[in-house]
């Protein structure tokens, strides 16, 4: 089948095939406008457009629109971020891993409807059109933008417990078709970390920190990228199929109730891998540090309450039993280098716009640019969470 978006241009046959196959009857489109659907900056592997049309069905018009995540043209980006596997684990996850899991909770687990998947372009259900929208990227402090996501990875996660317990073959089967990428293939990524690490350097000495924290990052730079795949891959006795990159661009929301995005990055690993990686990303420091036990147990309420209503409380007992607050507690903290890297990572999408992203792509990119200039790019809002997360991290990973 024709790709129905590349380099920004609609293929509107391919566009109807789609369409037709998914509604299961003939229609007839016009009038496509493409637009993109995130700001510069907001997708890392794909780009992300929203395609409106109009719609002729029986002969009623109507307008509509879909998400199509299409391939970048930039191939060395393409490599460097493993694109085509990253579409082939979100194809894998929207085909057959979530149906699957499904069949092992007792309500659905909330993402868009999956029209078409390919090497090129994934099809997905506009989800503006029922009302669900991104939410303020800078600080997801308040309660709302926060219970309903941990609710979903808890489903998530007690689909992949219960389908262990009652059918451990098909869950092998089904988790051994996620693609892994190896530590040496995923290396360069590595190095672009180490140039996080110099910049989170700058800001520490340039606020006049204690040693100990710039000692702690100077060390995390000859070995954090290997560290972090091991965090990931460590064979601990609770493992469950995780969303991979559950960040607050990768969910929508209608009022308080939260629809997951983007599954390319679906990995195998404990539970604590989404919980750290959302707290971390998402959460100011001071609003997880002052409500961390209170977050962690409604994780366990809600993955407790998920494996229950699947298993029954006779079955259940036995499944829950291990799945107490020091397990989590204790992973969570295992966790602290993996989810403190990603949300340093990631940080500059929260206060950057358009224009800057523009500016640094003109110049080759943030790792081309000396630690000053970096430096120059960052707000003093930005400098104080780089500051505070990496005490967080300290305190966390201090106790591990």
Known sequence: MATVVSKGSCNLDALKRIVCKFLKKDVEITNPLLEPAVPKGGNFISDAWRLSFFLKSEGITTSDSVIVKAKPANESQNKLMHTEVAFKNEILAYETIIPTLN??????????????????????????KTG??????????????????????AKLHASSICMQHLDKAGFESLKNQIIDIPLPESSPLGEKQVHVLDTIL????????????????????????????????KDV?????????????????????????????????????????????????????????????FYLLSLHSNITDRLGIAQSAE?????????????????????????????????????????????????????????????????????????????ESSKN
């Open 237 to 297: 006795p609770v493992r469950v199929i995780n969303h991979g990159s559950l960040w607050i661009n990768n969910a929508v929301f209608r009022k308080d109730m939260a629809t997951l995005l983007d599954l390319q990055h679906i990995v195998y690993s404990t539970p604590a891998n989404d919980l750290s990686f959302f707290m971390y990303v998402n959460l100011d420091p001071k609003f997880f540090t002052n409500n961390r036990k209170d977050l962690l147990r």
């Open 132 to 153: 669900f929208q991104t939410v303020d990227k800078q600080l997801a402090i308040e309660w709302n933008q926060v219970w309903s996501p941990i609710q979903e990875i």
């Open 202 to 233: 700058g800001v520490l000495k340039e606020r006049r920190e204690d040693k100990k924290y710039i000692d702690l990052v100077e060390s995390l730079k000859a070995n954090a990228w290997r560290d972090q795949k091991e965090i990931v891959q």
């Open 319 to 395: 499944v829950i039993e291990p799945l107490n607050y020091d397990w989590i507690d204790r992973e969570f903290r295992r966790c602290s280098l993996y989810a403190y890297m990603m949300a340093q990572w990631i940080m500059p999408v929260f206060y950057w716009s358009d224009v800057v992203f523009g500016q640094l792509e003109a110049k080759g990119g943030f790792e081309k640019l000396s630690v000053p200039e970096r430096m120059s790019y960052l707000s003093s809002e930005q400098k104080d969470r780089i500051v505070k997360l990496t005490k967080l991290f300290v305190e």
């Open 103 to 128: 069949k092992y909770v007792c309500s659905p687990i909330r993402v868009p409807q999956y029209l078409h998947g390919d090497l090129t372009n994934i099809v997905l259900e506009d989800m503006s």
